[in-house]
């Protein structure tokens, strides 16, 4: 019985883990990001998959809407990273939506590619969460390597 209790509590943290550290800039920084399969970093991503990570934070004021910038930094060189409609932050959010009032507790689900011409390399990915007037709501540093696809 008891082994099944420490399973059942051992599990989530084997799935999810708080892997991402402050951004630069003072910039405030989520509750939790937990990127499936990472304990801890640097987060393992395999080419041809999906990065999928949970953000929780609180807002520190009134957002209308939000938009996810990310910034991809390997090697000495920085480039923005590919977001597509994930953009759009407000429409993945999870049981809430924008406009958000001031000290809302979010969830936020950001779904990012790892394409399978990306170079195997260790790199750091920035996501910076801005509103509409460009203020960061939120923003942190995720390391990690890309790995070639599994056969």
């Known amino acids: 019985m008891y082994r099944a209790v420490l399973l059942i ?63 991809a930094m390997a090697t000495g060189i920085v480039t923005g990273y590919p977001v597509g409609s994930n953009a759009i932050t407000c429409n993945f959010l999870q049981g809430s939506s924008c406009p958000l009032s001031a000290n809302e507790n979010v969830t936020y689900r950001l779904t990012l590619p790892i394409l399978p011409i990306y170079p195997l390399v260790s790199l750091s990915i920035e996501v910076d969460v801005i509103d509409q007037n460009n203020q960061s709501v939120i923003c942190f540093v995720v390391d990690a390597r890309v790995g070639a696809a599994s056969k």
């Open 9 to 71: 509590a051992l599990v989530p943290a084997l799935v999810f883990g708080n892997v991402a550290r402050v951004c630069t800039g003072n910039r405030p920084h989520p509750i939790s990001v937990d990127v499936l399969g990472c304990t801890s970093p640097p987060c393992d991503l395999e080419r041809g998959q999906d990065i999928i990570a949970y953000i929780d934070f609180t807002t520190d004021r009134s957002v209308t809407s939000m938009t996810t910038l990310a910034t």
